[in-house]
Nanobody, 123 residues
């Protein structure tokens, strides 16, 4: 069973950068696509980015294209989300998720969730 643990969240000024990391202690990254979702207060959880198990294909929400980059290191069971040019509207709890490629871009399709890490972007 996948056990996903996020890290790297924090407080950053608008225009700054953060790198989130997701570690898988359950050793399922090699079989699953992995994605990042986020949830702001009083809003639904939304898709941010995803990457296939091989790393060959990625997908991004329109709101983060050109600013965020997802990558993975299967040898170390880690997936990263590099976030640049951060905006106050990026403030949210960011969740790591694992699923098939067909399900990873929708919250309803996610099979495994991490507990989340808070990102706060100040203006």
């Amino acid at each position: 069973q996948a056990q996903l643990v996020e890290s790297g969240g924090g407080l950053v000024q608008a225009g700054g950068s953060l790198r989130l990391s997701c570690a898988d202690s359950g050793r399922t990254f090699g079989l699953k696509s992995v994605g990042w979702f986020r949830q702001a207060p009083e809003k639904e959880r939304e898709f941010v980015a995803a990457i296939t198990w091989s790393g060959a294909i990625t997908s991004y929400a329109d709101s983060v294209k050109g600013r965020f980059t997802i990558s993975r290191d299967n040898a170390n069971n880690r997936v990263y989300l590099q976030m640049n040019s951060l905006k106050p509207e990026d403030t949210a709890v960011y969740y790591c998720a694992a699923a098939t490629w067909g399900g990873i871009r929708s919250a309803s399709g996610v099979e495994y969730w991490g507990k989340g890490t808070l990102v706060t972007v100040s203006s």
